[in-house]
Every structure is written in structure tokens, then in C-alpha cells.
């Protein structure tokens, strides 16, 4: 199975710092790898897939990159809406994985 | 408006069953693949099975392969997932997700969930 490893695991940020939450592959994933976006008792929200595609309405604030093993989340200014908790899910091969997640708080 | 609306979560003994069922509409069901993840308390994501467009290919996560079966029913836009043999561990909330396309396992939707408690 493939590992997805995700630091930090949570970090404290102020409305409009620049934010990057890094995840790992235990292999070579090439770019199939989503990004997501969590609120507390809300359901999971797809940001990014393909390593750096947008999904459809998510704003230009959020950017994804890396291929590989190594990837990163940036969101460009944080905004109040934007504290959440960030997961990055593997889907090279199956059993699909996520990483541990990433808490970013006030 | 893509909606998947999932349902049948509940209270059960370790050792009893429960299907769980998503309703799908907005998207034509029977052209993609379907998924559930669970979330149990204090932790995060996990994908729990997955399966084709067609039922042709179905996969499980280590951690329930042997104990859950999932299955789709295209005429009635349904996905459900039958859980036998339920443990304590197996208490979370579970999300129906519909794939992005090509079985890829890009989970693009998701419903907003149903909780199951394993607990005697």
C-alpha cells in the first residue's frame, strides 16, 4: 500500500499569510494525487486533482504542485474561511490513501 | 446539482450488520465510479471500497476487505455498501464520493454523510 505522509500536521496562521502543506508518497504516484478540503461537520470538499487542477469554482487562491513522491497545498492569502483541514489522497493504485491531515488554525 | 444523499448509518452490537445506501442524482450514475470513505471520530480519512461504473471491478481497504461489500443498482441511481461482522473500530462517519471519471479514483462529490455507532 502506498503511505501518504502530510506535514505539518496542523499550524497556526493569520488572515492573509501565505500558507504550504507538503505530502509525501512512500512511491512514485506520478501526478494522481487530489487535494481536500474539510470543515467541522462538514462533508470533504475536492480542491485540486491532478497534483495542480483546479476543480470547477474553487478560487485561484488555492494551488497545487510536484509529481513524484513530493507535493504541496499553497493557499496564496489565507482568508477567514479558509481555516479548515487540509487532506491529500493518493489514487496511482488501490487501496486509495490519504494522508493524516493538516489543522490549520487562527 | 450533483446530490448524493447517504442513509441507514444507526446504532449496532459488534458482530451485527447494517447496509448503508446513496442516493445519487444530477450526473449520469451509471457512467462513473463510485467510493465510500469514513471518517471515525478524531481521526481522518479513510477509503473504505470502491466500484466501477458497471460492478465489474470492485476494491476494499485491508481493514474491512472479508467484512464489507459494496454494489450499485444504476436503474434506481443507488450505491450501497453491506456491513457484516461490524466492530467497535468500524464506528465513523461514512461518505458516499463519486469518482471524477475513468475509474480513476479522483473522488470529486461527496454527500454529507451517515454515522454508525458499533457499540454494545
Known amino acids: 500500500d502506498i503511505q501518504m505522509t502530510q506535514s505539518p500536521s496542523s499550524l497556526s496562521a493569520s488572515v492573509g499569510d501565505r500558507v504550504t502543506i507538503t505530502c509525501r508518497a512512500s512511491?512514485?504516484?506520478?501526478?494522481?494525487l487530489a487535494w481536500f478540503q474539510q470543515k467541522p461537520g462538514k462533508a470533504p470538499k475536492s480542491l485540486i486533482y491532478?497534483?495542480?487542477t483546479l476543480q470547477s469554482g474553487v478560487p485561484s487562491k488555492f494551488s497545487g504542485s510536484g509529481s513524484g513522491t513530493y507535493f504541496t497545498l499553497t493557499i496564496s492569502s489565507l482568508q477567514p474561511e479558509d481555516f479548515a483541514t487540509y487532506y491529500c489522497q493518493q489514487y496511482n493504485s488501490y487501496p486509495l490513501t490519504f494522508g493524516g491531515g493538516t489543522k490549520v488554525e487562527i | 446539482e450533483v446530490q448524493l444523499v447517504e442513509s441507514g448509518g444507526g446504532l449496532v452490537q459488534p458482530g451485527r450488520s447494517l447496509r448503508l445506501s446513496c442516493a445519487a442524482s444530477g450526473f449520469s450514475f451509471d457512467d462513473y465510479a463510485m467510493h465510500w470513505v469514513r471518517r471515525a471520530p478524531g481521526k481522518g480519512l479513510e477509503w473504505v471500497s470502491g466500484?466501477?461504473?458497471?460492478?465489474?471491478?470492485?476494491h476494499y481497504a485491508d481493514s474491512v476487505k472479508g467484512r464489507f461489500t459494496i454494489s450499485r443498482d444504476n436503474a434506481k441511481n443507488s450505491l450501497y455498501l453491506q456491513l457484516n461482522g461490524l466492530r467497535p473500530e468500524d464506528t465513523a462517519l461514512y461518505y458516499c464520493?463519486?469518482?471524477?471519471?475513468?475509474?480513476?479514483?479522483?473522488?470529486?462529490?461527496w454527500g454529507k454523510g451517515t454515522t454508525v455507532t458499533v457499540s454494545s
Open positions: 491532478a497534483a495542480s
Open positions: 512511491q512514485g504516484i506520478s501526478n494522481d
Open positions: 466500484i466501477s461504473w458497471n460492478s465489474g471491478a470492485t
Open positions: 464520493a463519486k469518482d471524477g471519471g475513468g475509474n480513476s479514483g479522483n473522488m470529486d462529490v
